[in-house]
């Protein structure tokens, strides 16, 4: 979520690469119809979340581009990693449906800059893991996406979306699985009650 994503996913279908989003039903309706309408205007292919996985699989099994922001706390089968020097809960689906499909996972972000031009950085993909432990890759996945993210929220930290509550889970009030955390029990650990009071507002 930093910059104007929906400019981003219009000028890539614009240019011929096959787009594909799965899309969240938003509580407005209206706005929720306009929204999609217009993404389907630029050329772009919009899923429904709900049912919207397997559809999502074949595009990106054909080639395709699967746009997606997993950098906020939703709902789902998520892990947590650092951002910013805190846990924050992260959606894993995007990351296991590219392990399942072999799709590469490339980072890519868009900002405004001061001349009022939106400009677009890709950076290269992430490295594939050895392929040996499937829940070590995918979190080694969602780490290095952190990673680029922080680097690329620092160049533009006005464009990011911060009224997120990005850290109102944490491993202390979230159950999770904690074999994926076993080797590194400083993330084991809960935060200070007053980080949580902090949180909870």
Known sequence: HLGN??????????RGFPIHVVAQEIFDSRSHRLLNDWRRATGIRVH??????????????????LGTLV?????????????FGRLARTPRSPFALARRTGAALVPMWVRLDPHGIHRVTIEPALPEGPGV?????????VRAWHRVLEAAI????????????????TPATEPIDLRAFADETAYLAPYPASRKVANAR
């Not at 994503?5 to 614009?14: I, P, R, T």
């Not at 432990?133 to 996945?141: M, N, P, S, V, Y």
């Not at 006005?158 to 889970?169: L, N, T």
């Open 5 to 14: 994503w929906e400019v981003l996913g219009a000028a890539l279908a614009g």
């Open 71 to 83: 950098d906020q706390d939703t709902g789902g089968p998520s892990v947590f990693v650092e951002f």
């Open 133 to 141: 432990d499937r829940e070590a890759d995918l979190l080694a996945d």
């Open 48 to 65: 429904p979340k709900r049912g919207g996985l397997m559809a999502a699989a074949r595009a990106l099994r054909s080639g395709a581009v």
């Open 154 to 169: 620092r160049t533009a930290p006005e464009q990011w979306v911060w009224h997120h509550r990005r850290w109102k889970s």
